[in-house]
């Protein structure tokens, strides 16, 4: 089976990562949960957008390599190559962030992939399928051209998308519950990257 996946917030967790940022700055209060929509709301709430706005550069280009994967990411790789199934990343990120320095984004989310996606030295997925296009209509031409039989992402407008490819099962990835049956009736939904790997199974 040839599986698609996405990057951002279904591979990688920024969660950790924004919290301890955020504390670094000195923006959010110490007792803040230590989740990325937790650090945006309290500085949104606070009336300070910019900060958040260029905190997200920081966080995607300086300091991506601190950024963890989600638990599961590295035996679900594992486990698929040794299956037999085909794997690439196809994500869509600007090149450069929208406020602050113009660190290059996709070539910071490559390096994470090279550092943080292999065993051994071996890469998890060949870098020839590592896919980091510019726009949401680049990632799914690429969903389509790669010949998805799957594709996993955490955000339900992608998998919904009228130009997302009929030939490929849209799965969300949703490991906090925030998306109801309206996501559910069009997409598989799993909570986890074993929950994944235990649906491919059987
Ligand atoms: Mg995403």
Same mark, same amino acid.
């Given at each position: 089976m040839r599986i698609g996946l996405d990057f951002d +917030? /279904? @591979? =990688? #967790?920024y969660d950790v990562l924004f919290h301890k940022v955020a504390l670094e700055q000195g =923006? @959010? !209060?110490?007792? /803040? !949960?230590? +989740?990325k929509l937790a650090v945006r709301d309290h500085l949104r709430a606070t009336g300070r957008e910019p900060v958040w706005t260029e905190m997200q550069g920081t966080v995607y280009g300086a300091r991506m390599d601190e950024a963890l994967a989600y638990p599961g990411v590295i035996e679900f790789l594992q486990w698929a190559g040794q299956a037999g199934h085909d794997l690439a990343i196809i994500s869509h990120k600007t090149r450069h962030p929208f406020l602050g320095p113009q660190y290059d984004l996709h070539a910071a989310a490559r390096a994470w992939v090279e550092h943080h996606l292999c065993v051994a030295g071996q890469p998890l997925i060949p870098p020839a399928q590592v896919f980091f296009e510019l726009t949401k209509e680049a990632k799914l031409a690429r969903i389509a051209s790669f010949g998805c039989d799957l594709f996993l992402d955490d955000l339900p407008e992608i998998l919904l998308? !009228?130009?997302?490819? #009929?030939a490929t099962r849209p799965v969300l990835f949703d490991p906090e519950g925030h998306h109801g049956a309206d996501a559910v009736l069009a997409a598989r939904q799993v909570r986890s990257w074993h929950e994944l790997a235990k649906w491919l199974e059987t």
């Open positions: +917030n /279904t @591979i =990688v #967790s =923006v @959010i !209060p110490p007792d /803040t !949960p230590a +989740n998308a !009228p130009g997302f490819p #009929s």
